[in-house]
């Protein structure tokens, strides 16, 4: 598998064409991917009244609850007949595994026995989650253990939301932002993602403002152009790494599928669309995309439309031998960006995107 994996990175080929796979029809649905409407009517399909349901609700969503047992308030028998179909548990914390930098990840374990993983992001007074969307990832960039370890399945809404909701019983509190850079791409799994989006959003639940919440993609152009028609105010990142075709098809088989050129014309009509500025993400990789003129190339191809860049450094993975540049050299490549015009930022090494975006918890426990 692992060679076959490795002729798909050569023939630059997305892990695509190995099949987008829903999550299996004989698992429980996940009680946090549903609106309280949906709780009501499922409610009133074992007969029972439709305020159980906003009860149900209330347990999930404002309480961050769990388990049955938790839910003092309902009747056994709703519990009974609700749990042969649905789980209020979609997304347990296996495992934790703290960073220097204060990042906490956990290993999640999902019902069928498949893992992800979660990242809690704390900076000064704001709380950051970082959430996965597939189990593994079909995207195949070079430097990102999510693909290394291997495409399982997408996630559901619920077992998206459940992620924030079990660091939230953790904090004891919501979190303030969450960003979906964990494992998986988001725009490989849009409808989930977006019905997540808005159940974290809805003004009943956790009520994260559309602004505090950011989805991150590889430059799946479909999912940008459908995103910008949605009316939602939530932060799009795009996964930049290179500033010319060439290099990127090396980084990222994505660009076989959805070329640069295209992509950033979606970008650019995003941002016309919905008058909001776009993220480029650019991992620095020392030696390979890290010279002035990489830099240069990136702010012309850059300039023509809001956005700005997040530089961050390469965080090691096993599989990729590559290593971030210098810290000088990194600020030499934002000074050139922003020279010409260009916003940039530049993550140190406990930044966020870092800390969330690798899948390198999951690549232990599978091999532990
Ligand atoms: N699939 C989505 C979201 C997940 S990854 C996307 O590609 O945007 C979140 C970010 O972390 C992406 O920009 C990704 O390219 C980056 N990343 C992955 N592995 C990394 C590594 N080893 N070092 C630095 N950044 C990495």
């Not at 305020?51 to 308030?73: E, I, K, P």
């Not at 993609?217 to 999912?223: E, L």
Request: charged content about 25%; some cysteine.
């Amino acid at each position: 598998m692992a060679g076959k994996r490795l002729h798909h990175f050569l023939l630059g080929k997305v892990q695509g064409d190995l099949g987008n796979k829903p999550v299996p029809r004989d698992m429980k649905t996940a009680l946090q991917g549903l609106f309280p409407e949906e709780l009501q009517s499922l409610c009133k399909e074992i007969g029972q009244p439709a305020f159980r349901g906003r009860q149900l609700w209330q347990w999930l969503q404002v309480r961050h609850a769990d388990g049955w047992d938790l839910m003092g308030n309902l009747p056994q028998a709703l519990k009974q007949a609700l749990s042969a179909t649905c789980t209020p548990g979609p997304a347990r914390l296996l495992k934790e595994s703290g960073d220097p930098g204060g990042a906490r990840k956990w290993l999640i374990g999902l019902d069928d026995g498949e893992s992800i993983e979660t990242v809690l992001i704390p900076a000064r007074e704001r709380n950051t989650v970082c959430v996965s969307t597939q189990v593994g990832c079909r995207m195949g960039c070079a430097f990102c253990a999510s693909a290394k370890g291997g495409y399982a399945r997408n996630l559901s809404e619920g077992e998206i939301v459940a992620q924030v909701q079990a660091v939230a019983a953790v904090l004891g509190r919501r979190p303030d932002n969450v960003v979906y850079m964990g494992m998986g791409e988001p725009f490989d799994n849009y409808d989930a993602v977006l019905k997540s989006v808005r159940i974290l959003n809805h003004p009943d639940g956790l009520n994260i403002g559309a602004r505090r919440i950011t989805l991150s993609t590889s430059g799946v152009i479909p999912g940008i152009r459908r995103l910008a028609e949605e009316g939602l105010q939530v932060e799009l990142s795009v996964s930049l790494h290179a500033a010319n075709p060439e290099l990127r098809r090396r980084l990222m088989p994505v660009e076989n599928k959805y070329p640069m050129d295209a992509l950033l014309d979606a970008c650019a009509d995003y941002t016309a669309r919905t008058k909001r500025h776009i993220t480029f993400e650019y991992t620095l990789i020392r030696g390979v995309n890290d010279a002035r003129e990489n830099a240069e190339q990136l702010a012309g191809r850059l300039r023509r439309f809001p956005c700005r860049v997040n530089l961050i450094p390469l965080s090691p993975v096993e599989e990729f031998e590559g290593a971030a540049p210098s810290r000088s050299a990194m600020e030499g490549f934002l000074r050139v960006l922003e020279k010409r015009g260009v916003e940039g930022t530049l993550r140190d090494s406990k930044g966020q995107h870092v800390d969330a975006a690798c899948g390198q918890l999951r690549r232990r426990a599978h091999h532990t």
